[in-house]
């Protein structure tokens, strides 16, 4: 499964947390050392297409002279908005299907640097999410990176800097998007609101605010509940890895499974390390009641880290590859009640 992006780019937008890459980005295009080549990393759910829209159009912007910004009233600012500036393309997966390919980036990125300006000012290509390039793809980027046309900017965003290839990034300025303090996020999280956010949110989201956003409320809630009933019944015998698995894979539940995955990761994570702490009566998501009657007296660390490899390794293919995910999460669970089912009674 492709990472989620919606049909139409992003909108222009700052967030708190971007203080510190647009004071990098406002130095530099007032020093006139503005590079040619981002490398806009980040989390998903801290804001990072968001910020890359914004760079995007403060570069464009007709009121961008002695500081970069982004009026929202220029004549450039206006086309931005209406998703028709001629001078800015976003290059992203194509429609069902889970790569950008390299007639993308040839006809879409390299073509588009190497053209005249439309409005005799700046280009702009944003490549989103970067990381998911084919290698064709990327090595096509490599002489626009190492010969770059006059007044071009090429924003790479990603989650995944390391899936690049070494050589396309070392020829970016790197532009790193970082998660507030937690405690910052959930002030955030109740003035967007206006309730009091659950810390167990923070923990599952990764701090990141956006994501944590999008989960307030009933969604976090109703599958913590769900995940804790699922792996109760899972342990006790109520239900079976093969039902599990079914119910998690139907289409209809698809966009929810990297979800399940991750709040797996973060209660398996969880179990480890109460485990090493020796308070193994306390397994359970961050801050909740028991859900599981009782688990292994002695646990094998290894096999949980091992579990959690095999989840982290699952969520990179739901990404890459097609694989049939029902049979990979039957093989996932029953790895999962390997680790944490209690031994049984003679």
């Not at 923070?202 to 109703?222: D, H, K, Q, V």
């Not at 973060?266 to 480890?272: D, K, M, P, Q, R």
Request: glycine share 4%; aromatic share 6%; charged share 20%.
């Amino acid at each position: 499964m492709a990472e989620e992006t919606s049909a139409l780019p992003p909108a222009p937008r700052l967030y708190p947390w971007h203080a510190a890459a647009i004071e990098q980005m406002k130095s530099a295009w007032e020093a006139d050392r503005l590079p040619h080549a981002i490398l806009l990393q980040g989390a998903d759910g801290l804001g990072t297409r968001q910020l890359a829209a914004w760079l995007a159009a403060a570069v464009l912007c007709e009121s961008s002279t002695v500081t970069l910004q982004h009026c929202g009233k220029c004549a450039s600012c206006q086309l931005i908005a209406a998703g028709s500036h001629p001078d800015l393309h976003w290059v992203r997966p194509e429609e069902g299907k889970q790569l950008i390919s390299v007639d993308q980036i040839r006809d879409d990125a390299v073509a588009k640097l190497t053209q005249t300006s439309y409005l005799q000012g700046y280009k702009v290509v944003i490549v989103d999410p970067a990381h998911q390039m084919t290698p064709q793809a990327a090595n096509s980027l490599l002489k626009t990176l190492e010969e770059p046309t006059p007044r071009s900017v090429l924003i790479l965003v990603t989650s995944k800097p390391s899936s690049l290839l070494p050589t396309v990034r070392s020829r970016c300025q790197k532009l790193s998007v970082s998660s507030p303090p937690a405690q910052e996020t959930l002030q955030w999280l109740q003035q967007e609101t206006g309730s009091v956010a659950d810390r167990a949110l923070i923990e599952f989201t990764g701090n990141a605010p956006l994501r944590a956003l999008e989960f307030a409320g009933e969604r976090f809630s109703t599958l913590d509940s769900d995940m804790q009933g699922a792996l109760n019944a899972l342990v006790s015998g109520r239900a079976d890895v093969t039902h599990v698995a079914a119910e998690w894979t139907k289409k209809n539940e698809l966009p929810e499974l990297p979800n399940r995955l991750t709040w797996l990761d973060l209660w398996l994570t969880s179990v480890a390390r109460r485990g090493i702490g020796g308070t193994a009566d306390l397994f359970t998501f961050p801050a909740r009641s028991t859900h599981l009657p009782s688990l292994p007296a002695t646990l094998n660390i290894s096999a949980i880290y091992g579990v959690v490899d095999q989840i982290r390794a699952l969520k990179a293919q739901l990404v890459r590859t097609a694989l049939q995910r029902e049979l990979a999460i039957e093989s996932l669970l029953f790895a999962v009640l390997r680790v944490i089912a209690p031994a049984p009674r003679h």
